[in-house]
């Protein structure tokens, strides 16, 4: 594999350069696109390759010791290992590398969790659902992917609106006039 091919740049191409490259492809083939697609394989495949690419030309462009990279500083590393890593680079908000490693992983219970997590953390709160239900189906007596999904749960009913979130009719008097004293405050 090439990974200047696989990203379309130059052997010449600087690093902020690849970094975009590498973020219209990510764009392009990201897994979330492709739900219940018959191409959801496909660009699942694709997106492995573009990450594997993309970590081999940033390790080369990197000097020794400038910021994590995963096929160098966590070579080897086992899945808890990897899963722990992707933790504390999510609590450092290196929401990028994250996902990167996370990618390279197996998609177990911790993987969608994690998934959710991140997602969760940027707001995607209806993508963050997907993925912590996936969690808890797949280890229902886990707490951590319970609790999580039940605070995501309830952030998502809290920013429902009555035409949106809500079933038609479950409507209480109180939310009109929390309604009305939001938009208030909005006139104001």
């Not at 994590?68 to 086992?78: D, E, H, I, L, P």
């Not at 219970?109 to 995607?124: D, I, K, S, T």
């Not at 979130?165 to 938009?183: I, N, Q, S, V």
Request: hydrophobic share 30%; aromatic share 8%; net charge neutral.
């Amino acid at each position: 594999m090439n990974p200047y091919e696989v990203l379309g740049v130059s052997e010449d191409a600087d690093e902020e350069t690849i970094k975009k490259a590498y973020r219209t492809l990510v764009k392009k083939y990201h897994p979330d696109k492709y739900v219940n697609n018959p191409l959801a394989d496909l660009a699942d495949e694709k997106i492995k390759e573009i990450n594997k690419a993309y970590d081999m030309l940033i390790n080369r462009k990197s000097t020794s010791g400038s910021g994590y990279n995963a096929n160098t500083s966590y070579s080897g590393a086992t899945g808890d290992e990897a899963f722990r890593k992707v933790r504390e680079l999510m609590t450092q908000n290196k929401l990028q590398e994250a996902l990167t490693l996370l990618n390279s992983l197996p998609r177990t219970a911790e993987w969608y969790y994690l998934a959710g997590r991140m997602r969760m953390q940027v707001g995607w709160y209806d993508q963050a659902v997907t993925f912590m239900r996936t969690a808890v189906n797949m280890e229902p007596t886990n707490e951590e992917y319970r609790s999580a999904l039940e605070n995501v749960l309830n952030r998502t009913r809290n920013y429902s609106t009555t035409g949106g979130g809500r079933a038609m009719g479950t409507c209480k008097p109180c939310d009109c006039c929390t309604t009305c004293m939001c938009l208030n405050c909005m006139c104001c």
